[in-house]
């Protein structure tokens, strides 16, 4: 039998028909993914060489290191005033007698001897000790972030159940009864009002108070009340 020797170049075209899908003619694996595919080309894995038809695995990747902790956020700031102040005891204190009494911390003791109307409302006039002078404050409601002259009379007299709806400085003059009550007495004109009860008085200015801060706060009684209207609650 006589075996024909076909050129080298017949030998190499053979081959390339006949390497089924898969294989790459030179007895490596191809691997085909979607990333691999240009223009019906094979291409060798990326992570992978072929050599000899063994697929040589590439070395592991290297771990990175641990990530740094940044530190504890610090702690936010304190908010400052939304409303007056819950109704606790410190702010329901009372003092014997008749007449009310400023404490060191600003606040006032109702006299015990005093109607319990009294009493509350002074005790809601507490609430709004530290609050900051808010022009109109206390006038679309009674809880406010701040207090005018009228809103902050509206609201102690509103504490004592004797007040349904916040009134402004002119509207306190045609309010209760007029003149001065035995309890309570609202002084009013067209610009201010404050409010004078048990002996103390609540007001927005500084009035007669010397180093006083504005914003409601208990002062002492004026010593004159002219230019303004008195009024006050029927019983009181």
């Known amino acids: 039998m006589r075996i024909r020797h076909l050129p080298p170049i017949a030998v190499v075209a053979a081959l390339?028909?006949?390497?089924?899908?898969?294989?790459?003619?030179?007895?490596?694996?191809?691997?085909?993914t979607p990333h691999e595919l240009d223009g019906g080309a094979l291409f060798p894995h990326p992570s992978a060489v072929a050599t000899g038809g063994t697929t040589v695995p590439t070395g592991p990747t290297a771990a990175t290191g641990p990530t740094t902790a940044t530190g504890p956020s610090g702690p936010a700031g304190p908010s400052g005033p939304t409303g007056p102040a819950p109704l606790t005891a410190a702010l329901m204190q009372t003092v014997p007698g008749t007449t009310a009494e400023i404490l060191p911390d600003g606040y006032a003791a109702a006299p015990a001897a005093a109607p319990p109307a009294v009493q509350q409302a002074i005790w809601a006039g507490n609430q709004l000790i530290?609050?900051?002078?808010?022009?109109?404050?206390?006038?679309?409601?009674?809880?406010?972030a701040g207090y005018d002259c009228s809103g902050a009379v509206s609201y102690a007299l509103h504490g004592g159940d004797l007040l349904s709806t916040t009134l402004d400085s002119t509207a306190f003059e045609t309010w209760g009864l007029a003149g001065a009550g035995s309890w309570i007495t609202v002084y009013t004109n067209p610009s201010h009002a404050f409010l004078e009860i048990a002996g103390i008085r609540l007001d927005t200015s500084t009035a007669g108070d010397p180093g006083g801060l504005s914003g409601p706060r208990w002062r002492p009684l004026l010593s004159s009340t002219a230019g303004f209207v008195a009024t006050h609650p029927a019983g009181y």
């Open 130 to 144: 530290g609050l900051p002078y808010l022009y109109g404050g206390g006038h679309a409601s009674f809880i406010a």
């Open 16 to 32: 390339a028909v006949w390497a089924p899908a898969g294989f790459a003619a030179d007895g490596g694996t191809a691997y085909q």
